[in-house]
């Protein structure tokens, strides 16, 4: 069965940076990514990454975040720094396997808290 185990979330101060990660398993994935979803707001897509590498990024988030994969461990990344209060969230990694088992897939998400 496909899984997605995030971790790397937590609270931050303002102008600080955090690396969340995304182990996936159970299938070959293509595209894989991170979405967010704040209280009160619908979820928003934050940066994705295709098999190989391209990348696409929130405008909101252009310069600060940095999404990369690993496709030997079947692992996806977001990088945060200079992260605002607006960032916080919860953040969701997000994966479209392919074969067997295709479909698309979500974690169980991981909470990013940015306060002073």
């Known amino acids: 069965q496909v899984q997605l185990v995030e971790s790397g979330g937590g609270l931050v101060q303002p102008g600080g940076s955090l690396r969340l990660s995304c182990a996936a398993s159970g299938s070959i994935f293509g595209a894989m990514g991170w979405y967010r979803q704040a209280p009160g707001k619908e979820r928003e897509s934050v940066a994705t990454i295709t098999r190989s590498s391209n990348t696409n990024y929130a405008d909101s988030v252009k310069g600060r975040f940095t999404i990369s994969r690993d496709n030997v461990k079947n692992t996806v990344y977001l990088q945060m720094n200079s992260l605002k209060p607006e960032d916080t969230a919860v953040y969701y990694c997000?994966?479209?396997?392919?074969?067997?088992?295709?479909?698309?897939?979500w974690g169980q998400g991981t909470q990013v808290t940015v306060s002073s």
């Open positions: 997000n994966a479209v396997a392919v074969g067997a088992f295709g479909g698309n897939y």
